[in-house]
């Protein structure tokens, strides 16, 4: 859970858009690593009680935050085009602020948008059941064929080469280089490690580069938590959170499922022994996924990379891990000296642990492809 309190300021925010009702409190919400996140309650005229989600966006992260936000718009109203009107309530929708614009800018400088909260719904921060694993994957299949006739131009790339792990390398090579805090000799069996897996970085974008597999928009943080569940039944409701919604491979949208559904532990558990690739939950992903809108449109080779794709992801994030930790954690929030180490050696461990049982990875995928 968030532990960031809401700002004195909220209220004055809050008149900054176009909400029903009068603010009566806020509270700290989600668990996010990057931006504050707040569950804001306002008394409506009504007498009923309206909710919504406020965020004060990092902008040391996010370096434009009106492309961002152009993004967010275009795709919202994508969306909400698609679904009927007992359903678009139940989709992520932007309140405008007063001046019809999509975010705004406080006093202080700070950036904001709010978003209607989904009633009836909730997120939960890990999988553990095959029918969650199946869920997640379906609805984030679902959403990437729904933006497949995205009108144009190009969405902006939010942060330039996220998934490109090729630069991720680098960017970790050059901050192992410097090691500005002396960092690197604590880490040492984790930096070998990820060393010597340098040769995976570059096969998907070699594959991408020959026109093997396309390019495609995507959401690129397919955490269980980024799609709201429906309090009674359990099913899929929306997928949320489009910061990092951009240009990508399907393929890393996959893998990123595979890396945060497949766990048997938390990310940040601080025994890395305790963290395992469980195998019954991979194969829920396969079937939700090409189960879903998406799996008709995959062609044979990005089909057939899904579980490398898995492992893929996972190292790439124990590369931004490593290379955050060795900068002095300007990226992830953190909450102890080593914390970002801490992620980096789960990373690792569930890499060990899909490499282990690529047997089993292969002999799903050549059971659920044609």
Request: no cysteine; aromatic share 10%.
């Given at each position: 859970m968030s532990t960031t309190p809401p700002p004195a300021k909220l209220a004055e925010v809050l008149n900054l858009f176009e909400i029903e009702g009068r603010f009566a409190n806020a509270t700290a919400y989600g668990s996010g690593h990057i931006n504050d996140t707040f569950l804001v309650h306002c008394e409506a005229p009504t007498g009923q009680a309206r909710r919504y989600i406020a965020q004060r966006i990092n902008d040391r992260i996010f370096k434009n935050i009106p492309a961002l936000m152009d993004n967010v718009k275009r795709v919202t109203e994508h969306l909400a085009r698609k679904v009927a009107p007992p359903k678009r309530n139940r989709q992520l929708t932007l309140i405008p602020t007063v001046d019809a614009a999509p975010y705004a800018r406080d006093a202080d400088?700070?950036?904001w948008r709010i978003y209607d909260f989904i009633e009836g719904a909730h997120t939960i921060d890990r999988v553990t059941?095959?029918?969650?694993?199946?869920?997640?994957?379906?609805?984030?299949?679902d959403f990437q064929a729904q933006l497949s006739d995205l009108p144009g131009p190009r969405l902006h790339e939010t942060i330039l080469n996220?998934?490109?792990t090729r630069s991720r390398f680098d960017s970790f090579r050059?901050?192992?280089?410097?090691?500005?805090l002396g960092r690197a000799s604590n880490a040492q069996p984790e930096i070998d490690y990820a060393l010597s897996l340098e040769a995976d970085c570059d096969p998907l974008l070699e594959l991408l580069a020959r026109g093997e597999v396309s390019e495609r928009i995507t959401h690129n943080d397919t955490k269980i938590n980024n799609v709201m569940l429906d309090n009674a039944?359990?099913?899929?409701?929306?997928?949320?959170?489009?910061?990092?919604?951009?240009?990508?491979?399907?393929?890393?949208?996959?893998?990123?499922?595979?890396?945060?559904?497949?766990s048997s532990t938390l990310e940040d558990d601080p025994d890395p022994a305790n963290m395992r690739f469980e195998v019954t939950l991979f194969e829920a992903l396969v079937e939700g996924y090409?189960?879903?809108?998406?799996?008709?449109?995959?062609?044979?080779?990005e089909r057939a990379h899904l579980g490398f794709a898995g492992k893929l992801m996972t190292y790439e994030t124990a590369l931004r891990f490593l290379?955050?930790?060795?900068?002095?954690?300007?990226?992830?929030?953190?909450?102890?000296?080593d914390h970002n180490l801490v992620?980096?050696?789960?990373?690792?461990?569930?890499?060990?642990?899909?490499?282990?049982?690529?047997?089993?990875v292969n002999s799903i995928l050549e059971s659920h492809i044609d």
């Open positions: 400088g700070e950036w059941t095959v029918h969650q694993a199946r869920e997640t994957a379906h609805a984030f299949g996220f998934h490109n050059v901050a192992l280089a410097t090691d500005s039944t359990g099913r899929a409701v929306a997928v949320i959170d489009f910061d990092t919604l951009m240009p990508g491979l399907p393929l890393y949208d996959f893998g990123d499922m595979v890396r945060t559904a497949t090409l189960g879903s809108e998406i799996g008709p449109v995959l062609n044979a080779t290379t955050d930790y060795l900068q002095g954690d300007v990226y992830f929030k953190t909450q102890y000296p992620r980096a050696r789960t990373q690792l461990a569930l890499v060990r642990s899909i490499t282990a049982q690529t047997d089993a």
